[in-house]
Structures are given as structure tokens and as C-alpha cells.
């Protein structure tokens, strides 16, 4: 029952992001929009620089094997309109991320969300009115 | 497995059915700040402030200036060079190696989907563009294009008024850079026309048409909007070090040359 309730939720989801117009990341790597990814894990390591602050957090694969993910956001300049800032995370920081995965099956990924240890959440922010892809 | 099927039918109804309050309610709100909107006076030939990209407000069926899957349909009408260019252009983004410190030029400046601000001067009008820290002059002063300066990334631009528009020719490009960020190209026959427009007064148009007979076979327009936006813009200069390290973070462990990409001839 539960994976049908996982998958009913699924197919809503995925019917409403279609009807997001999709742009691409500037750069060349490319992201599944429409699958996206949540992992809870442990920062490593968080970079706050142009072009794209980078979060980098330990977490387990389905196979439960320790693997080291890279999601990189939009710039400093949109993270801090959605309330980052550059003291947002910490290693050892336990965290969940919600991605768009690389379609290169890479450990890359560009972020959505990330829930805090406080349990609060933000955001990627958005480029022009649209939220980060 | 009936109750399952039922449980799960009512999951999905509620997603939707929630989804349609908040859209609802999103339009409800969108209606009031329309009608906030219209009612606030403003100079039609004042542009100062800082103004964000509403990429949305384009017109259906216009060439849009921001990737869209990777095949931005329509295309523009190029010429065999311009096609040409914008294949080997297209390489070279598909390769992550977009991210170089030239200035972007006017046109992809506007159409990156970052906020400028606007600074009018009595004798120009000055444009700080976000992304990459690029500034713009448009002189307003009477001048006309200088018969003596090299061509260079941002061109050359003059400003004059029609009524409540604001033209704005501009050339003396370099053709170096890209003009949209899927890689159309432009050269140094690039002539620019800007047509800017406060249609209300948050609410930005500018009409941009694009005359060059190398790549285009014939001119062709972008209308884009902007935003009035009470923020202040960031610090985001390019730097080498940072795009060397963004790509042995991120282009690298996607398999992607970034920087490192070199074309095949």
C-alpha cells in the first residue's frame, strides 16, 4: 500500500512539474528536473563562491554504501535572497537535500531544498521568476 | 488491494486539489498586486532602479533567449554562417565551457535571468548588470557612433527618446560573444535596436531587434520584460580561480571538460 500511495504522489508531482516551463543549467551539465532526488546525509564541506556555491554531504546509496554527492546551487547573490548565507552550513551539519540529479549518472546534482538542522527549509532560490533547474 | 487503490485515488486528489487552492489563491494574490500595479504613478522616462527578468511575460511563438531543453524552437533565420556558428557554438556550451569571464555583451546580458540596475545621469544612462559585474553606457548627450573606436564586447550604445520610448541603437561589437546563452551568434555587423517602454510602473518592456546580415538572413525581434524590484544588487565578478575550482567540483565530476574543452577543427 505504501508504494502505491509513493507512486499516486509521484505521478501528482510529476503532472504538476510538467507544467513548469524547463530551462537549463548555464553550464553543460544537464539535470533530471522531473525525477528528483532526497538524501539525508552529512556536510562535508560547503562552498560559498561564484559562479555556484557547492554543498558536499556523505550519504548512503540504495545499496548502503557511504558516497560523497556534490550539489551545486545558483550563485551567492540568489542564495542569500532565499536566506542563505555563507554560515548557512557546517561540516558534520546532518541535512536533507532535495536534488535534480545529473542525467550523467555522476554524483552531481543542482539543489532544490535542503532541510537545516533546525528543521527549517529553504530553498534554491529563483533566476528571473523561475525556481532553479 | 481495493482500499489501497481507493487510499491512493485520495492521495492524489488531495496533491491536486491542493495544488489547485494554491494556485488559486497565487492568482488571487497575482490579480491584487496587478491591481496595485496599475494604480502607482510613475515618470514614463524614468528606468532607475534595479529590475529583474520576467522571462514568463514573453510573447508566445518569439525566438526565447534562454535554453529551453537544449532546442530552442523557433530559431532564428540564420544564414549558413550563422547556422554554422551556432552548431560550433552549441558544442561548446554542451561542453560546460560557458562559463569564461568575457563580458557578455548587451543583449545576453539582458537575457540573463539575474537583476540590473539602472542609473540615468544627464548625459547617459548607466546599466550595472548583476552577473559578471558588467556596466553599459547609453549616451543620451545628442552624440553619435564614434568613427574611431575599436569594436569591443558591450558595442557602442546611443539613446534618444520617441515620445515615451526610449531607442537605443547600438554596434561596434566585437562579435565574440555569444548573443543568447544558447550560442546564437553575432558579428561585428551587429546592429542593435532597443525600443524600452515603462508600461506600468513595475513593469519594464523592451523590444530588441537584431540586424545582422552575416548570421541573420533577416532582422528578427525579442520582446522581454522586467520587473521593478526593491533589492539591492550582489557582488558577482568573474573570477578565474573560481570557475577552475567550480569545475574540478562540479564540471569534472560530471564527466565534463569545462574550461578545458578545446574544438575540433
Request: hydrophobic share 35%; net charge negative; proline share 7%.
Amino acid at each position: 500500500m505504501k508504494n502505491k500511495l509513493i507512486k499516486s504522489f509521484g505521478l501528482a508531482v510529476g503532472l504538476l512539474m510538467i507544467c513548469a516551463p524547463v530551462f537549463a543549467h548555464h553550464g553543460g551539465s544537464e539535470y533530471d528536473t522531473k525525477n528528483l532526488v532526497t538524501r539525508k546525509g552529512t556536510v562535508t564541506e560547503f562552498i560559498w563562491a561564484n559562479p555556484h556555491c557547492q554543498v558536499f554531504f556523505d550519504t548512503k546509496d540504495d545499496a548502503g554504501k557511504v558516497v560523497n554527492l556534490a550539489i551545486e546551487t545558483l550563485a551567492p547573490a540568489v542564495l542569500k535572497r532565499a536566506g542563505w548565507s555563507p554560515e548557512t552550513l557546517h561540516p558534520g551539519d546532518q541535512i536533507a537535500i532535495t536534488f535534480a540529479p545529473s542525467t550523467r549518472g555522476t554524483p552531481v546534482g543542482m539543489l532544490r531544498k535542503v532541510v537545516l538542522p533546525n528543521g527549517k527549509e529553504l530553498t534554491g532560490g529563483t533566476i528571473g521568476e523561475l525556481p532553479a533547474q | 488491494m481495493r482500499i489501497c487503490v481507493v487510499r491512493s485515488i485520495a492521495a492524489l486528489a488531495a496533491v491536486l486539489v491542493f495544488s489547485t487552492v494554491t494556485i488559486a489563491q497565487a492568482a488571487e494574490q497575482t490579480a491584487e498586486a496587478k491591481a496595485d500595479t496599475k494604480s502607482k504613478t510613475f515618470d514614463a522616462h524614468d528606468f532607475s532602479g534595479v529590475w529583474n527578468p520576467a522571462p514568463r511575460m514573453q510573447p508566445k511563438g518569439e525566438v526565447h533567449p534562454l535554453d529551453l531543453g537544449g532546442h530552442p524552437d523557433p530559431l532564428p533565420p540564420f544564414t549558413p554562417t550563422g547556422q554554422a556558428k551556432y552548431l560550433a557554438n552549441k558544442k561548446f556550451i554542451d561542453a560546460g565551457d560557458v562559463l569564461d569571464c568575457d563580458p557578455f555583451g548587451t543583449a545576453k546580458n539582458f537575457f540573463t535571468p539575474r537583476p540590473f540596475e539602472n542609473i540615468q545621469a544627464h548625459d547617459r544612462l548607466l546599466q550595472h548588470f548583476e552577473y559578471y559585474d558588467n556596466w553599459r553606457e547609453i549616451w543620451t548627450d545628442g552624440r553619435d557612433f564614434p568613427g574611431d573606436l575599436e569594436p569591443d564586447f558591450m558595442g557602442f550604445s546611443i539613446g534618444k527618446w520617441e515620445g515615451d520610448t526610449f531607442v537605443v541603437e547600438s554596434h561596434l561589437y566585437n562579435g565574440k560573444q555569444f548573443l543568447t546563452w544558447q550560442g546564437f551568434p553575432l558579428s561585428e555587423s551587429m546592429h542593435q535596436t532597443e525600443r524600452w517602454q515603462r508600461v506600468d510602473h513595475d513593469t519594464l518592456k523592451i523590444v530588441f531587434t537584431f540586424d545582422d546580415p552575416k548570421m541573420y538572413s533577416k532582422s528578427w525581434t525579442i520582446t522581454y520584460f522586467y520587473k521593478l524590484m526593491d533589492w539591492k544588487l550582489d557582488a558577482h565578478p568573474c573570477t578565474i580561480s573560481e570557475l577552475k575550482r567550480y569545475d574540478d567540483n562540479i564540471s569534472h565530476r560530471d564527466n565534463l571538460p569545462g574550461r578545458d574543452y578545446k574544438p575540433q577543427n
